[in-house]
């Protein structure tokens, strides 16, 4: 427990200092945006395939990816039906609400979390995998059917179906997944590996991802207004942190216990991972169709405020 407090406490200190430097602009005004993008596209690919050229693919594509579908479907319907009869939302912003529900910052946050206090960034590559190629692609296309006029909706959506799918293929995690794959693979089946000359440059950005990201994401905090008073849907916010930071993990645990048997270093896992706060995607989605913004953004800063202590819950309890 000692070492997962202080591996919280590291990563809070980051944030911090990133927030301190998002309140004072000392990188210039669109400095969130560059720092995101270079661990998006330059360091995460090659801790990607830093490490997945030593996981053990069959944990990897196996129960595990079943769990985040099912957890996440499951969160993810909650928050749904939730906002289409309680809160009495349309379509389009329930499936925002669904999104906000279920959809983890596996990216920017939940690899940092995971390299630095479980150890394992591949631990976040099952719920990756379902977000990035089935979850954010279905939802996508839904909103875009909920929000065109009768009779655009087969063309656009056709269109829309294209895009997602070409975005997949060139989605830079999934591109380093694959590689990672691939070279494990080699390795185990033929004993291929790669030289000095490409590993270390490899491993020399991949070391870079942890704290850029988490500075990032502290900038992106500061300057930010939260439940605003007659603005914010407090309630459906709220709602929505608590389906994602609490529902969501123990959906996770439930499935992994009871459906597979799975030991309790591995139900921490599962849980850790599925108890992520809202992704910024989310944030992203409902920009580009200008539903549930509001909504969106809130969850993802007060579920990301939230989960440090159930987090530090979860790890009290199975860790």
Not at 5 to 30: E, H
Request: contains cysteine; glycine residues 10%; aromatic residues 8%.
């Amino acid at each position: 427990m000692p070492n997962v407090i202080s591996g919280f406490a590291v990563v809070i200190v980051i944030i911090a200092l990133g927030y301190c430097v998002g309140r004072k602009q000392l990188l210039g005004p669109n400095a969130v945006y560059t720092l995101n993008m270079f661990v998006y596209w330059i360091a995460l690919p090659p801790m990607l395939i830093m490490f997945m050229m030593d996981a053990d693919l069959e944990l990897l594509f196996g129960s595990g990816l079943a769990i985040a579908i099912l957890s996440g479907c499951g969160a993810g319907l909650l928050g749904f039906l939730g906002s289409r009869f309680f809160a009495k939302r349309g379509t389009s912003d329930s499936l925002i609400a669904m999104l906000a529900s279920s959809y983890n910052n596996s990216t920017h946050l939940g690899i940092p979390l995971a390299a630095h206090i479980l150890g394992n960034p591949t631990a976040t590559l099952p719920i990756i995998l379902f977000q990035v190629g089935l979850y954010a692609p279905v939802a996508t296309l839904a909103l875009d059917i909920a929000t065109q006029p009768s009779g655009s909706t087969r063309i656009r959506g056709a269109e829309r179906l294209r895009n997602v799918l070409g975005a997949i293929v060139r989605n830079p995690m999934i591109i380093g997944a694959v590689i990672g794959v691939t070279l494990s693979l080699l390795h185990s089946r033929y004993d291929i590996q790669l030289p000095f000359l490409i590993t270390e440059p490899l491993d020399t950005l991949a070391r870079a991802t942890v704290g850029v990201a988490l500075i990032g994401f502290g900038m992106s905090l500061a300057g930010t207004g939260v439940l605003e008073k007659g603005v914010s849907p407090r309630r459906s916010v709220l709602a929505a942190t608590a389906i994602k930071t609490i529902i969501h993990p123990a959906l996770a645990v439930a499935l992994g216990h009871f459906l597979f048997g799975m030991d309790q270093h591995t139900l921490l896992i599962l849980a850790v991972i599925a108890g992520l706060p809202t992704g910024q995607n989310v944030f992203t989605y409902a920009q580009r169709y200008q539903v549930g913004t509001i909504l969106a953004r809130d969850t993802a800063v007060v579920s990301t405020i939230v989960s440090v202590p159930t987090l530090c819950a979860i790890f009290f309890l199975l860790g």
